[in-house]
């Protein structure tokens, strides 16, 4: 077997372990409110958001193609497999480390500050492909703003909607709507997080000539990498639920419904114009944004500190750490 071989079937292996990480370190945020709130048993939700984890997986590709296009072009490495591999390497070596913690740090920041920092160690700073990269970049940093945002306004309208309520009746029937949003929000984690594992397999198999330039995700591809997350999501992240699910504000099942609605909605959207974006910091932004609309002091700001310290981070760590193991990995290949 040739050293390309190996290279690529270790790329494949350790994507799709990345995406089984993703499953159960991501996916938890998707089912936090829900299970904080009563509304689906543990085992419940994690069984819905596997299943719709692995059909979010399968519904697009876009988020793919800008992985495996709009960080560096593939053609341009001189070692290629090497970047790629040590980029997948740190960025499961640090959501490990955070899911350790219970920190809901984020995989896109991980994966994409990784892809970045042994792109860097490989071929310099002109490797990277700056348009591409810093519009996606761009997207990390404004779609958890605009996540508290609408947040924030939207458990504003509810409010307003449902002042003179019940609130027994009213928390009653948010917990039914609750299984729905949390479908919906799992849907979404899926459409988006998922691909990012596509891309780098599809990157991974153009610069190695397994593919032609321009050439559309596999479908074998997207098989294997949703079955991945489906089967990291039935683990659960229970870590990650606590933190999310109770350690930023106290989520009554209105709380939790506009949470998941926004978390949703900002993700399908980068999903459409086929952006690849944190679901940590949106989901979790969403949730401070209700939470400050609810009312400011019910939020743990201490918890959402830690939290914004982490995905502050994230990007130069995972870099450092890619390109450490870049110049390790070319000393065995």
């Not at 053609?75 to 955070?98: C, E, M, R």
């Not at 910091?281 to 401070?288: K, R």
Request: hydrophobic share 55%; net charge positive; glycine share 8%.
């Amino acid at each position: 077997m040739s050293l390309v071989f190996i290279l690529t079937i270790l790329i494949i292996i350790f994507a799709l372990g990345f995406d089984f990480i993703n499953g159960f370190h991501d996916t938890a945020n998707a089912i936090a409110t829900s299970v904080s709130t009563k509304a689906l048993k543990p085992r419940h939700a994690i069984i819905l958001a596997a299943v719709m984890n692995f059909v979010g997986a399968l519904t697009f590709t876009g988020v793919a193609k800008t992985v495996s296009k709009d960080i560096v072009d593939p053609f341009t490495l001189h070692n290629g497999s090497i970047v790629i591999l040590a980029a997948l390497i740190a960025a499961i070596s640090w959501n490990l480390i955070t899911w350790y913690y219970g920190i809901p740090s984020s995989s896109s920041h991980a994966i994409i500050g990784s892809i970045a920092g042994a792109a860097v160690a490989a071929e310099g700073f002109n490797s990277l492909n700056y348009s591409g990269f810093i519009k996606i970049i761009e997207a990390l940093i404004l779609s958890p703003i605009l996540a508290f945002v609408v947040g924030y306004i939207l458990y504003s309208i509810f409010k307003v909607v449902f002042k003179n309520f019940s609130l027994a009746k009213t928390n009653r029937g948010f917990r039914y709507i609750q299984i729905a949003t949390a479908a919906l929000q799992s849907y979404s984690h899926g459409t988006n997080d998922a691909q990012k594992s596509m891309g780098i397999i599809t990157m991974a198999l153009i610069a190695n000539k397994y593919l032609p330039h321009n050439a559309e995700v596999p479908f074998w591809v997207q098989v294997s990498c949703a079955i991945a997350m489906g089967l990291g999501t039935s683990i659960g992240g229970w870590k990650i639920i606590k933190t999310v699910g109770g350690k930023i504000m106290k989520i009554r099942p209105v709380n939790g419904v506009a949470a998941d609605l926004t978390g949703a909605a900002i993700i399908f959207g980068a999903t459409y114009i086929h952006l690849p974006v944190s679901t940590t910091h949106v989901i979790s932004s969403g949730i401070l944004g209700v939470g400050a609309s609810h009312r400011l002091k019910g939020v743990k700001w201490g918890t959402a500190q830690r939290m914004i310290i982490t995905w502050i981070i994230t990007l130069p760590i995972t870099a450092l750490i890619a390109s450490i193991l870049y110049f390790v990995l070319n000393l065995f290949f």
